[in-house]
Each structure stands twice: as structure tokens, then as C-alpha cells.
């Protein structure tokens, strides 16, 4: 079987990422905009670029991610790009930077779900076993997703409100931590105690999350404390609220874990970083036997990488896309 | 220029006020929310959202800037620009402005100098725990008018 | 010489193919929300139409604004990014500026986009073409003051404006080649050019 290469292009909101990726599991290599030294790249002479934005950036990336491989668009296969969900003003320089390479070098094109690149990203760590559980934990999604074979997605349960990754970046801001508010909580959650008492929240039998009410406990303890002058002790709230996220995060998946049978849980997306929630869940995969697969670091937040992944499984199964493809910044799975 | 003043005793009060702005709607309206986290920004959107019709659940817009619902009454856009660095309008935010739907924008006063002259500008102040203060500014005649009707 | 035109920064789009004078292809909207859609399936079908592959293609120019920056975004993407794949020079073009080749004998050449709150775009160029304002976004009182004093001139803009008498822009292609051909730019430097809605004088 040859060797298959993929382009996979991400864009969806604040990060450029450009990767190739051999047979969807090896990363050839990946280059993120906010990575390059644009000065350096124009010898010292630094052109207008005013706003480190995709529109204006995107050739550079492009540049450089063929540089950095050693390769040509030739031994390209196919151009992976996302076509949502995400900001359409973002969406558009990747999806028309795709459609531009795909057409200057006759490759086909491959839109991608941004979901699915999140999920994929674990392909890269390891191969995915079905039928499976994924917990897509970000800044913008908060999921638990059943597959049974390669790009079946059903969605089980996902947040009434904030995410996640919105709910540590909220709480962050009201106990006065520095942003990014979910890496300094979950440093400060390892020094501190669980002292405060924070409800958990829809602790029914449902799939679905909501964290704006943790928000909202987290609000009125810290101003009913201030107003009995006692002082907010930071490392014990940001423990009382991981605690709280792991233990939702955790048992709802399990549930979901037991009743479809399954045995791999994927966990994806930026807050998938965090160490609580890593340790738990290999707490209790380890103790039912569940194999757990949680992506390197890098491939958390977005990147290139995991759209060429998954493109990979779109190619094998011959879901090309046309010149008209339109992006969809609501797309769903 | 009006300012309209309302009480809320809980998330239902706000849900109603969002109703009835709602029952009053028009495309091209724009809806600014400016007030603390936990204000009542994303309820009061949510209660808009079902008297649009809208099935989807309107989540968070803080971390993605903009959500689309398109299958409610009219198209709904909502924003949360708290987390916006770029210039407003080089990310496409403005053109949301001439879709012909409903614009609901958290954190407005962010972005003062880029919004639409004519529109409805409402402040969410929290007093305790479920109570909140909202105060309504129209700007511009039609949403005098959506006040004087709908509060 | 094979060159490209591609104009996306108002609410039409144009696609215009040129070999040695001659225009060999060309496909025009008049007025869509999203250029995306059409953009690169019309640039494939001009050239299937003609026999021709994107790196016989000897220019591009690409219209850049002022104007939509969703639309100016897609057009500059495109242009960039096939200059760049086939190593063609890229050419920016002001979406004021386009329209005054095909015009002449005019001491003055006053070039008007309309836009929302009584506020404009426009640039002023003069016998030969040169810049002598560029690319401004202005209130009308403002632009009333610049083009105060301008005698034998022409203004040009798709929609009636108060108080002046205007002509609708018309393109000539090949004189707008003729103009830009030189002013090529490395591709990794293309950007959108978009006005700063919001500066000094304004608030005045």
C-alpha cells in the first residue's frame, strides 16, 4: 500500500496551523503561525504586516511548513482543510488557501470538521479501537461522542452553557488569576485544599454539562466572603472547582463508558491538558480495564495536524469536496 | 434619550423582559448587553432565543466570538466580544450588522466605536445573589419605540 | 501575456482572464454575500475554457479594497496563494483607483464608494493618473472639502450622491493592465488593504 500524504490546513479561529501527515498517524511536521518569526523571515525588514492574521499570513505558513518537511506539494495527496465549526472571517482564508493549492496543483480537496480534527488528533498518539467513548474537552466544545468505526459520530450529552474551557477561564477572572485561567488553576489546584464547598452540577442521569452554574457559586462565594471580610484563599477555591469539574467530567463519562460497552475512551481538546482531569481518568480507566488515549500536549489546542488526520479517513473513504465548498461556522457532527 | 429601568427577582424575570423585546423584533436589530460576569447576559439571550423559536441550545459565544442560529424566526447572531484582539473589523464581525437578523452582542462597550449608531444599548447590574437592576437605552427611533411597546 | 483579474471587495464579483489584449474569459455577479462559493469554481472555468493551467497564467492582479473585508479577504487569499504556488507576480489594485483608466482628458479623476452613515470612500487622481489623495474614508463633509477646489473633473461611483453629478465605473481592462503591469509585489506581502473606519479626524 502506498504511503499516503495529507495537507491538512486549520484556521478556524485564532491559530494558523499548517501539517502533513503520513497515512493519518505520522506527523511529518506542523507549523503554527504565532510560532514564526515573521521579522526574521523578512531578513530585518519588516513589512506592513500589521495584525498577525490569517489573510495576511497564510503563504508564509505555507512556506514554511514545506521547508521544514523537506517536501513539495507534488508528493501531496490531498489538501485537508476545516470547514467549521469556528469564526467565518478565519474559516475563509483556509478554506480559499485549500481551494487555491488544490487547484494550482490538481489535488483534491477534503473539508473537515473541526470536531473531527480534535478526535483524530488521538490517532496520532494511538491507533483508535472501536467502538469507542471521546470526550472533546476545549474552549469552545464540551462533548461526549460515541463512535463505532471511523467517522461515525453520535452525540450523547454536551454542555447547556459555558464549556469547559470557558467555565476555568471565567472563574479565572473572578478570583483575579492571570489568562490563560485554566493552566494557572490547575497548578495552583495542586497546592491547595478542598475547603470550599461548590455544588455539582446536573447531577441527573443525562449526558449533558453545565458549568455556568459553578460560575455563578464561584461569583457569589468569593462576594459573600469579601463582604464578612474574610480573604479568598485562591489555591483552596481553584482546588474546590477543579475537584468539581473533574468529578462531573469523570462520572458522566464512566456512565456513558458502561452503558455503550465500550472499551477506549478518547479524551481531545485544549482542556484535555489539564493534569487533574488526565490522572482521574487514568485512575478509573486503569481500575475497569479501559484503554485510555489522551493526545500529546501539542496536539490539544488547534492545529494543522489533526485535520490532516482525519482528512486521511476522509480520503480513504472518498469524501471529497468541491471548489464551492461553503464553510459553516455552526457545523455540527 | 429614554432610559427604562427594570427589576429582576430571578432568571424567569429576565427570560420574560427577553420575551417581549422579542415579540417586538425587526431584522437588522441589534441588541447590545454590557455587565459583570454572572450578570444575566447569556440568560437573557437564551430566553430570546426560545421565543424566536430557536430548538438549538444557545451556549457560551465567549470562547468562539460568534455563534449563528439560523433556524428560529429569524437568524439570530450572537456575540461575545471579551475575547476579541483583532480589529473588529477585520474579522468579519461587523458584516453580521447588514444580515437582515437579530445581533445580541455580550461586552458591547468593548467595541463602542464599531457599533451600528441606531440600537438598543441594556446594562445588567447585579445587587444579590438572583436580584438585577437592568437598564434599557435605545438609541434611534425605532428602538425608542421597541421600549416604549415592549417594557 | 496570460493575466488574471479577480475583483471580490464589493458585493459583485469579477473574474477576468486576459491573453495579449484580449479578453478571453470573463465572469461577473452582480450582487452576492459569499464570494467563497464562486470564486476559485469560476477562475477553473475560465481557464478549462481556454486551454490554459494556472502556471501559464503570466499575472495576477488582484483588487485588495478599500471596501468589504470579508470579501477583500477571499479575493487576496486566492490571489496570494496561487501567485505564490506558481511563482507569479501578484499586483494590487485599489478598488477606487480601477475604474478611472477608462476615462480620459480629465484634469481630475474623483473615484466614490458609498457607504453606510452618510460616510464615503474615494481617492482623487490626476491627468496622468497619479495619486493625489488615496484611498480616503471620510464623512461627505469632509470629501465636499477636498473636492472643493478641483476644476475639469470627473466623479465616478455606482450610486448617486447628493449634490453631484456622477458617472457609473465602467472598467477598461487592458488600460488597467497597461497602468499596474510593473507595480508587482512579492506574494507574502499581499494583504487586504482596510481602511481604518475610525481615525483622528473623524472625531473631530
Request: glycine share 6%; net charge negative.
Amino acid at each position: 500500500m502506498k504511503d499516503v500524504y495529507i495537507l491538512g490546513i486549520e484556521s478556524s479561529c485564532d491559530e494558523t496551523s499548517i501539517s502533513i501527515v503520513k497515512n493519518g498517524k505520522e506527523e511529518i511536521v506542523t507549523t503554527t503561525l504565532s510560532q514564526i518569526d515573521i521579522h526574521k523571515k523578512f531578513g530585518g525588514v519588516v513589512p506592513e504586516i500589521a495584525s498577525r492574521s490569517h489573510a495576511e499570513c497564510i503563504t508564509i505558513v505555507i512556506e514554511d511548513c514545506f521547508k521544514k518537511a523537506n517536501m513539495t506539494m507534488d508528493q501531496i495527496d490531498a489538501i485537508a482543510v476545516t470547514y467549521g465549526p469556528g469564526l467565518a472571517g478565519s474559516l475563509l482564508v483556509g478554506v480559499e488557501a485549500a481551494k487555491t493549492l488544490a487547484l494550482a496543483y490538481n489535488k483534491p480537496l477534503i473539508g473537515v470538521n473541526h470536531m473531527a480534527g480534535h478526535i483524530y488528533a488521538n490517532n496520532l498518539v494511538d491507533t483508535m479501537d472501536f467502538p469507542l467513548i471521546c470526550l472533546v474537552i476545549s474552549g469552545g466544545h464540551t462533548e461526549i461522542i460515541y463512535m463505532d468505526e471511523d467517522l461515525s459520530f453520535k452525540r450523547i450529552g454536551s454542555t447547556i452553557d459555558d464549556s469547559v474551557g470557558e467555565a476555568f477561564d471565567k472563574v479565572a477572572r473572578v478570583i483575579d488569576v492571570p489568562y490563560p485561567g485554566g493552566p494557572v488553576i490547575d497548578k495552583l489546584s495542586k497546592i491547595g485544599k478542598d475547603s470550599y464547598e461548590l455544588p455539582l452540577p446536573m447531577d441527573d442521569n443525562s449526558y449533558n454539562f453545565s458549568f455556568s452554574g459553578i460560575k455563578s457559586a464561584v461569583i457569589n462565594l468569593v462576594h459573600n466572603e469579601k463582604q464578612r471580610g474574610n480573604e479568598i484563599r485562591k489555591e483552596d477555591l481553584a482546588t474546590s472547582f477543579e475537584n468539581i469539574v473533574v468529578k462531573t467530567l469523570t462520572k458522566k463519562t464512566m456512565k456513558a463508558i458502561d452503558e455503550y460497552k465500550v472499551k477506549e475512551l478518547l479524551v481531545a481538546g485544549g482542556v484535555s491538558a489539564n493534569s487533574g482531569i488526565r490522572d482521574e481518568f487514568k485512575r478509573l480507566c486503569d481500575k475497569k480495564g479501559i484503554k485510555l488515549v489522551v493526545p500529546n500536549i501539542n496536539y490539544c489546542t488547534d492545529n494543522g495536524a489533526m485535520i490532516a488526520a482525519a482528512g486521511y479517513y476522509y480520503y480513504k473513504k472518498g469524501l471529497f469536496s468541491d471548489y464551492s465548498l461553503k464553510i459553516n461556522p455552526s457545523l455540527d457532527l | 434619550m429614554n432610559e427604562y429601568k427594570l427589576t429582576t427577582r430571578c432568571e424567569e424575570d429576565t427570560i420574560s423582559i427577553a420575551e417581549n423585546l422579542e415579540a417586538e423584533k425587526f431584522p437588522g436589530m441589534v441588541i447590545c448587553l454590557n455587565g459583570e460576569l454572572g450578570s444575566g447576559k447569556t440568560v437573557f439571550t437564551k430566553g430570546f432565543a426560545a421565543a424566536l423559536g430557536i430548538s438549538e441550545t444557545i451556549t457560551s459565544p465567549t470562547f468562539n466570538i460568534i455563534k449563528e442560529y439560523l433556524n428560529g424566526e429569524m437568524p439570530l447572531y450572537h456575540m461575545d466580544i471579551y475575547r476579541l484582539e483583532d480589529n473588529p473589523e477585520s474579522t468579519g464581525l461587523l458584516d453580521y450588522f447588514d444580515k437582515d437578523g437579530v445581533v445580541i452582542i455580550e461586552w458591547a462597550n468593548m467595541i463602542e466605536d464599531y457599533l451600528p449608531e441606531e440600537r438598543l444599548d441594556v446594562y445588567f447590574k447585579v445587587i444579590e445573589e438572583d436580584k438585577r437592576i437592568i437598564k434599557f437605552i435605545p438609541h434611534g427611533q425605532k428602538y425608542e419605540e421597541l421600549c416604549e411597546d415592549a417594557l | 501575456m496570460i493575466s488574471l483579474f479577480l475583483d471580490t471587495s464589493s458585493k459583485k464579483l469579477v473574474v477576468i482572464l486576459v491573453k495579449d489584449k484580449e479578453i478571453i474569459g470573463k465572469k461577473e455577479l452582480e450582487s452576492i454575500n459569499d464570494h467563497s462559493s464562486y470564486l476559485v469554481p469560476f477562475i477553473k472555468e475560465l481557464l478549462d475554457l481556454n486551454n490554459i493551467k494556472t502556471n501559464d497564467i503570466n499575472k495576477i492582479f488582484v483588487v485588495n479594497g478599500p471596501g468589504s473585508f470579508t470579501g477583500t479577504r477571499i479575493g487576496v487569499t486566492v490571489g496570494k496563494v496561487l501567485a505564490f504556488s506558481n511563482n507569479i507576480p501578484v499586483i494590487p489594485v485599489s478598488s477606487l483607483k480601477q475604474y478611472i483608466f477608462s476615462l480620459e482628458n480629465y484634469d481630475y479623476y474623483v473615484s466614490i464608494i458609498k457607504d453606510k452613515n452618510n460616510r464615503m470612500y474615494y481617492g482623487i487622481y490626476d491627468k496622468d493618473y497619479n495619486d493625489i489623495v488615496v484611498d480616503k474614508y471620510q464623512t461627505k463633509d469632509v470629501f465636499l472639502k477636498d473636492i472643493n477646489d478641483l476644476k475639469n473633473v470627473v466623479f465616478i461611483s455606482e450610486e448617486e450622491i447628493d449634490g453631484i453629478d456622477t458617472i457609473k465605473p465602467i472598467l477598461n481592462i487592458n488600460k488597467l493592465i497597461d497602468y499596474y503591469k510593473d507595480k508587482e509585489i512579492n506574494a507574502h506581502y499581499l494583504k487586504p488593504n482596510y481602511l481604518k473606519k475610525i481615525d483622528a479626524e473623524d472625531k473631530l
